[in-house]
C-alpha cells in the first residue's frame, strides 16, 4: 500500500494526503481529512521517509498518563478500549505523584511522536511540562485536574445534589457530608450540595462537613441532630454504617447514609448502603472518542469537559424518612451552670468559718440535668438555655457534646457569664445551694421563639424555673401550642402566675416549694388540691426520703421512696423528673412511671454529683428487672 493508493482511495492529490498524515492540514476539507484518515488506520500505512519528517507522520498512537494506573483501572480500561475502536494504539505510563517521573513521562511520548495526550497531572506545576508537547506540535488534555486550566471531569457537582436531594426528598433538613481530604470529589461535591441546599431553601454549614467517621460523628450527629449523610467515598459511608451500629444507631430507622461508589466494590460483601456509581467507564470512552476527534480535527464545536450522564441508585435500603418524624424530641428548656460542689459536716452559717473536706466541678443547673437525664435515658434532647462567651460556657458546651445533649438551641450570650452554682452537701446527703445566674438571668421569650422549631416533633418539655419568669411562661405556651406535655419544676418561684395554671399539663415542687407557693394550706394533700383546682390537671409533690404525693382527676395517692443511702441530694428531682417522662412516652401508666422515676431519684441521690449520678437506660432497667420486674410492663404503646 502506497501513498498514491491511499489518494486514488480517498479521491484526493497525493499532496492532500501527505498534509493530512503530516499534520499540515489546516486547509483540508474536514470530511476530506476523516476519509483519509480512516483509509490510513484501515490499511495501516506509514509514509516511506518518515523517519526524516521532524514533526513525525500520524502514528495512530496515543500517550496516556495517569496518577495512578492500579486506581485508575476502570478508567483505563475504558479509553483503552475506545482508543482500539478507533484504530489507535496507547502507550501508558504513570506519574505515581512523582513530579520528575511526570517530567520524564511528557519526554518519553516527545521522543516516541505520539498523537496526542492524555493526562491526569499532579501539581500546579503539571501545566509548566506542556510546553514541551507544545513545542512538538502534540495536542494534549487533562483529566481530574487540580489545575485551574480546562479538564474533562466527571460531574462531582451535579451527584453531589443529586445525593443530597434524595435525602430531601425524605424530608431530612439537617445532612452531613462526608469527605476525603485532597480527594478532586470533594469541592465540586461540596458545591452541589450547597445549591442543592439553597433551591431546597435550606441552610448550609461547614459545621457539617466531616472527613472522619469514628465515634467522634456520635456527639456531633445529635449536637446538630444530623438525621443523614451523603458521602463522596464509599469506604467512609460503611465506616460511618459500622460506626453507628455499634453506638446502637440502625441504618435507616435511625439514620439515612447514601453515598458515591466506585465500581471495585463488591456490594453484595457489604452492609447495603445506598450508593450511586461513579460511570469511570462512560467518562473514559467519552474523553477518549472527543480527544480522538480533537486530533483529527474533527470535533465540531468546544469539547463537553462536564461530564454528566444520568445516575441510578442502585437501591433505597439505607435512606428513610428522619427519625424524628418517628421518634418524637424531649425539650429541656431551664439553667445551665458550672457546679461547684463541696462537701462540709455543717452548713455554712453566719460569723463561722467552715472547713471544706472535698469539692467537685462538674456540669449543672436544671435544664441542662434533666437534658442529660433524657439522654441517658436513651432519648433525643435538645437543651434551650444561655451561656456565657468565657471558659466555663466552652466547658458546659463540650459536657453536653459528650452526654450526647443537642445544644442547637443554646445562646451564646456575649455580654455575661456563665452561670454558676455553689453547691453545700453533708454527709448525710442534705445539701444547700447558692446561684449566680449569668447568662441564665438574659434568656428572653425571643430566644425560646427563635427555637419554637425544635417544638414541632417534641413530646414532652421539661421547664425549670431558674430563669427569668416570662421566659418559663412563654416556653409554656409555646408548648401548648404545639401539643407538647409540659412538666415544670417550680424552683425558686414564690407565686405561680395565671398564664401557667393554664399551660402546665404536670407541676412537681417538693415539700418547701409547696408551701412557698400554697401558704394557706398547711397538708400536702391541700396544696395538691390546691393546685388541681386552679388548672393543672397533675400535681406530684416530692418528699425526699419519705417519696411522693400524686394530685389528679382520678388519683390521691402517696408512693414511697426506693430505699438508697443519701449521698448527694441535689439531682434527685432532675433524676425523678427525666425518668418519669421518659417512661410516660414509652406508654407507662402514671403510677407506673412515678414507681419508676423514685428508682432513678434513689439511685441519684445515693451518688455524689448530678450529672455523673444520673442513671442511664440500661443500669435502671437491669435494677427493675432484679428486683420489681412488674413495673417494666407499658400500658399502653408509644405516644
Keep these: 500500500m502506497t501513498i498514491t493508493d491511499i489518494a486514488k482511495m480517498a479521491g484526493v492529490s497525493i499532496a492532500t494526503v501527505s498534509k493530512i498524515i503530516n499534520g499540515k492540514d489546516e486547509h483540508v476539507n474536514p470530511n476530506t481529512r476523516a476519509r483519509v484518515l480512516q483509509l490510513v488506520k484501515e490499511y495501516n500505512f506509514t509514509p516511506y521517509g518518515a523517519v526524516k519528517n521532524t514533526l513525525g507522520p500520524k502514528k495512530f498512537l496515543l500517550g496516556v498518563l495517569l496518577r495512578s494506573t492500579v486506581k485508575s483501572s476502570l478508567l483505563l480500561n475504558s479509553i483503552l478500549e475506545t482508543a482500539q475502536e478507533h484504530g489507535y494504539g496507547v502507550l501508558l505510563l504513570e506519574s505515581q505523584g512523582d513530579c520528575v517521573r511526570e517530567a520524564k513521562n511528557i519526554t518519553i511520548f516527545c521522543k516516541n511522536n505520539v498523537d496526542g495526550v492524555i493526562w491526569e497531572p499532579i501539581s500546579d506545576n503539571s501545566y509548566e511540562r506542556s510546553q514541551d508537547l507544545t513545542k512538538y506540535m502534540i495536542p494534549f488534555c487533562f483529566i481530574n485536574s487540580p489545575l485551574q486550566y480546562p479538564s474533562y471531569e466527571i460531574d462531582y457537582a451535579s451527584l453531589g445534589y443529586t445525593l443530597t436531594q ?11 457530608c462526608l469527605l476525603k481530604k485532597g480527594s478532586i470529589r470533594s469541592i465540586p461535591f461540596v458545591k452541589g450540595l450547597r445549591k442543592c441546599l439553597y433551591n431546597n431553601q435550606l441552610p448550609y454549614s461547614d459545621d457539617m462537613i466531616f472527613y472522619t467517621c469514628d465515634d467522634s460523628f456520635i456527639p456531633k450527629m445529635l449536637q446538630y441532630n444530623i438525621t443523614g449523610a451523603v458521602s463522596t467515598h464509599f469506604d467512609n459511608a460503611l465506616s460511618l454504617y459500622e460506626t453507628l451500629n455499634k453506638q446502637r444507631y440502625f441504618i435507616p430507622s435511625d439514620f439515612s447514609i447514601i453515598s458515591l461508589r466506585g465500581g471495585c466494590y463488591d456490594v453484595s460483601s457489604h452492609p447495603p448502603v445506598s450508593s450511586v456509581t461513579i460511570p469511570y467507564e462512560e467518562f473514559g470512552h467519552h474523553v477518549c472518542s472527543e480527544f480522538i476527534k480533537i486530533c483529527e480535527k474533527a470535533l465540531e464545536g468546544d469539547p463537553s469537559y462536564q461530564f454528566s450522564p444520568s445516575w441510578e441508585l442502585n437501591h433505597e435500603k439505607s435512606i428513610s424518612q428522619p427519625s424524628y418524624m ?47 437525664g433524657i439522654a441517658k435515658l436513651g432519648h433525643p434532647v435538645s437543651l434551650i438555655c444561655a451561656v456565657g462567651n468565657d471558659i466555663d460556657g466552652t466547658f458546659v458546651l463540650n459536657a453536653l ?118 401558704p394557706e394550706y398547711a397538708s400536702v394533700e391541700q396544696q395538691a388540691d390546691y393546685f388541681f383546682r386552679r388548672g393543672i390537671p397533675t400535681v406530684i ?57 423514685m428508682i432513678a431519684a434513689g439511685f441519684c441521690v445515693s451518688r455524689q454529683g448530678v450529672s455523673s449520678a444520673l442513671i442511664d437506660h440500661n443500669s435502671l432497667e437491669v435494677y427493675i428487672t432484679k428486683n420489681k420486674p412488674y413495673l417494666l410492663r407499658p400500658d399502653s404503646s408509644k405516644s
Design 166 to 176: 434524595k435525602l430531601i426528598d425524605k424530608k431530612h433538613t439537617n445532612i452531613a
Design 401 to 518: 457534646e459528650k452526654e450526647n445533649v443537642s445544644t442547637q438551641g443554646i445562646l451564646r450570650n456575649k455580654n455575661n457569664q456563665t452561670g454558676t452554682a455553689f453547691i453545700y452537701t453533708k454527709s448525710d446527703g442534705e445539701s444547700a445551694i447558692t446561684i449566680l445566674g449569668g447568662a441564665n438571668d438574659e434568656l428572653v421569650p425571643a430566644d425560646i421563639e427563635n427555637s419554637s422549631h425544635l417544638f414541632r416533633n417534641a413530646c414532652f418539655c421539661l421547664i425549670s424555673s431558674e430563669i427569668p419568669l416570662e421566659t418559663v411562661i412563654a416556653t409554656a405556651r409555646i408548648a401548648k401550642e404545639n401539643n407538647v406535655t409540659t412538666i415544670f419544676k417550680p424552683t425558686v418561684l414564690e407565686k405561680m402566675p395565671e398564664e401557667l395554671y393554664e399551660t402546665i399539663d404536670i407541676l412537681i415542687p417538693n415539700r418547701k416549694e409547696a408551701s412557698v407557693l400554697c
Design 326 to 372: 418517628k421518634k418524637k424530641m424531649f425539650i429541656s428548656v431551664g439553667s445551665i451552670h458550672k457546679d461547684n460542689t463541696f462537701n462540709v459536716s455543717m452548713m455554712p452559717q453566719l460569723g463561722n468559718t467552715l472547713k471544706i473536706h472535698n469539692s467537685a466541678t462538674s456540669i449543672g443547673g436544671k435544664g441542662a440535668n434533666q437534658a442529660i
Design 541 to 597: 409533690i416530692t418528699l425526699g426520703h419519705e417519696g411522693c404525693y400524686l394530685k389528679t382527676k382520678d388519683t390521691m395517692q402517696y408512693f414511697s421512696a426506693s430505699h438508697w443511702s443519701a449521698v448527694d441530694t441535689t439531682g434527685g428531682a432532675d433524676a425523678f423528673i427525666s425518668a418519669l417522662a421518659s417512661y410516660l412516652y414509652e406508654g407507662y401508666s402514671l403510677e407506673k412511671a412515678i414507681q419508676i422515676a
